[in-house]
């Protein structure tokens, strides 16, 4: 009888390679103004242990919450979406591995899918639009009120 496969809904890991260094990469995820450049609309990070911050997202979505700890050009952790992230920064070669884990995640029916599913594809789509601005100039979010309002995009 095969073996029954059971899934970890309390955490996921994403990991992406990046042109630029841990220091470079770093900034991206902590500076408000860079984090504004791929991922949010407006920021506030207090860069240190037991700071807070706030990110926004287009049609007033918001999230406020503590920083964790700060170990700069290496690592990032703060509370997210009822749990946590840790954002790793390594050199490899040229690049910079950024290695994001969120974990944490409450597991009852809401959270599967409001969280731990919606967070994975969330920071999947950043990660590669965070590759995109960083590479090639392009920011891949959607910013035309028109389709925002239609519910079809979100990012």
Not at 14 to 19: D, G, N, R, V, Y
Not at 64 to 81: E, M, Y
Not at 91 to 102: A, E, F, M, N, W
């Amino acid at each position: 009888m095969a073996k029954k496969f059971k899934y970890n809904w309390k955490e996921f890991t994403l990991q992406a390679a990046f042109k630029g260094t841990p220091e470079k990469l770093f900034k991206m995820w902590t500076e408000p103004k860079l984090l504004c450049k791929w991922f949010l609309t407006g920021a506030k990070v207090e860069l240190k242990a037991g700071g807070e911050y706030a990110f926004m997202w287009v049609m007033d979505a918001m999230e406020r919450g503590k920083v964790l700890a700060v170990r700069k050009n290496s690592l990032f952790s703060f509370t997210f979406a009822g749990g946590k992230c840790d954002v790793k920064f390594r050199k490899s070669g040229k690049d910079c591995i950024v290695t994001l884990r969120q974990y944490g995640i409450p597991t009852d029916e809401k959270h599967k899918v409001g969280t731990h599913m919606s967070c994975q594809i969330g920071w999947t789509f950043f990660l590669a639009n965070l590759k995109s601005v960083l590479e090639s100039g392009t920011d891949l979010r959607e910013f035309n009120p028109k389709h925002l309002k239609e519910g079809t995009v979100f990012y």
